[in-house]
């Protein structure tokens, strides 16, 4: 359809000072829309009654057709976009069988009953939510003149990340790999909980998000595995690579799990059992355990001569020992036992000749939560739904401006 819309409005302004003009532009931006809206909602409307069958059916009797007008314009409703509230016409009809009323407003616009704000509306304010603080957010909008609080932002964010679901894919690669990270929870003491994340491979090379939980550190693992189940199933093979609680897997035909120590965690959580063994933070005993740590968990990616790698392991295995032995000498049991355990499963992945690429992958996955998580204070869902909606906007495809954007519309000038 093409609408013809002419605004006419009466400015009181000062000067011609572009800071004004853009002041005062401010004011009128809303204004403007809510009439643009309500000038395409009226034509829209006026053309669908004129239609033999009727756009909706009548809530009274099902009918649809036989509607006439009641009013084009009864008490005005609020309606949230992303420019801020606008005001908008009630559009009323009436069933000629039943004599049943229905606002039709709503119903034209795609707005669930009551509802304030379009889902394509919650979507961006959610994202947007994801990408920044709640309250940089706010400050950022309202900097182009649009009014939102942060805590409807923050509900927005909370209502679209619940509904957000993930699952693998069966036409991408069948190889995955999981990993968690930390979150500072209100209400919980020290280190929070852990955010856990499952990846798939895409058969681009990529990642994509496939499974994400939030729960206790080194257990809950099921949470995150459990939903995957049925569709591991569907894969001929399926290669995970996890230093989580994988026992609930083990039973499914063609999985083969990989249990790799995370490498890159494996430094930090030692600092806690240094801290246990009454080593002071930061004195050169500590720096001289860390650093050995450090050197044996850095691997050197890229080689595939099988000798090679092996050489390089026993290498590091040696002075992992060493290191063990050290610990046990001086009375540091909690760090010894800590890296006996380890031990075992530290260069699976290394020793499988799987690319250091995948770890790097996830690690940049786990930054990506983290840069969000690290501002704000989280409660365990609400850290859950923001991240479900970050990760879903970088890792697989979730755009709400792009779906915008792609609308089939055209502004033509009144010349033309
Ligand atoms: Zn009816």
Redesign the pocket.
Same mark, same amino acid.
């Given at each position: 359809m093409t609408v013809t819309i002419s605004i006419n409005y009466k400015i009181e302004i000062p000067d011609c000072n572009i800071e004004t003009i853009i002041a005062c532009f401010r004011q009128a931006l809303i204004l403007f829309l809510s009439d643009f809206v309500n000038t395409i909602l009226i034509e829209f409307a006026i053309q669908y009654m004129k239609e033999k069958t009727f756009l909706f059916a &009548?809530?009274? @009797? !099902?009918?649809n057709h036989g509607f006439i007008w009641k009013t084009k314009r009864a008490r005005d409703t609020r309606i949230s976009t992303v420019f801020g509230k606008i005001m908008l016409w009630q559009m009323q009809v009436m &069933?000629k069988? @039943? !004599?049943?009323k229905m606002y039709i407003t709503r119903k034209l616009l795609d707005i669930a009953p009551r509802q304030s704000m379009s889902e394509g509306t919650k979507k961006l304010f959610a994202l947007l939510g994801s990408l920044t603080s709640f309250r940089v957010s706010e400050k950022m909008l309202k900097l182009v003149g649009v009014r939102i609080d942060k805590m409807s932002i923050w509900r927005c964010t909370q209502e679209v990340g619940e509904q957000l679901e993930f699952d693998l894919d069966l036409n991408e690669g069948g190889r995955g790999e999981a990993d968690g990270t930390g979150v500072a929870i209100n209400g919980i003491k020290k280190r929070g909980r852990e955010l856990k994340v499952f990846v798939q491979e895409t058969i681009t090379g990529g990642v994509r998000i496939a499974g994400l939980s939030i729960g206790k550190y080194e257990s809950d693992w099921d949470k995150l595995f459990n939903p995957l189940k049925s569709s591991l199933k569907a894969f001929d093979n399926f290669l995970l690579v996890t230093d989580g609680d994988s026992n609930i897997l083990k039973s499914i035909k063609g999985v083969k799990i990989l249990f790799q120590r995370c490498l890159w965690h494996l430094p930090y959580q030692m600092k806690y059992y240094l801290w246990k063994d009454g080593i002071k933070r930061k004195s050169t005993e500590w720096y001289h355990l860390l650093g050995k740590v450090f050197d044996i968990t850095a691997i050197r990616y890229g080689l595939d001569d099988e000798k090679e790698i092996e050489g390089i392991i026993k290498i590091k295995n040696n002075r992992l020992d060493k290191l063990i032995s050290y610990c046990l000498e001086n009375g540091y049991t909690n760090s010894a036992s800590y890296l006996k355990n380890a031990r075992g499963d530290m260069f699976t992945a290394f020793s499988n000749k799987l690319k250091g690429q995948t770890t790097s992958k996830v690690e940049r996955v786990m930054r990506t939560v983290n840069m969000r998580t690290k501002i704000g204070k989280w409660s365990e869902s609400g850290a859950l739904n923001a991240i479900k909606v970050r990760l879903a906007h970088y890792y697989n495809g979730f755009d709400p401006a792009e779906e915008m954007y792609c609308k089939e519309v055209r502004v033509l000038d009144a010349g033309e």
């Open positions: &009548c809530e009274g @009797c !099902g009918s &069933c069988s @039943c !004599g049943k």
